[in-house]
């Protein structure tokens, strides 16, 4: 069982990869979104819709790992 104070905290990561542009495109996300670009998307951040972006955010990516690692402890 985790509690507040636990010594061993659960900790999940995600990585987002991706490249940053000269000229911000898009108008949904917030701070950096509208110069990180995806490759793989031709699309930056703030271009994405917001499940586009938590399907493949680095914090969408976290939190599944998360939640998989809460499950497990039951």
Not at 46 to 68: F, V
């Amino acid at each position: 069982m985790r509690y507040a104070d636990d010594p061993q905290p659960i900790i999940c990561e995600g990585e987002w990869h991706g490249e940053i542009i000269d000229t911000p495109r898009g108008e949904g996300g917030f701070g950096y979104d509208p110069y990180f670009l995806l490759p793989q998307f031709g699309r930056t951040g703030a271009e994405l819709d917001a499940t586009e972006k938590n399907g493949i955010s680095h914090r969408g990516i976290a939190l599944r790992a998360l939640l998989e690692r809460l499950k497990s402890l039951d």
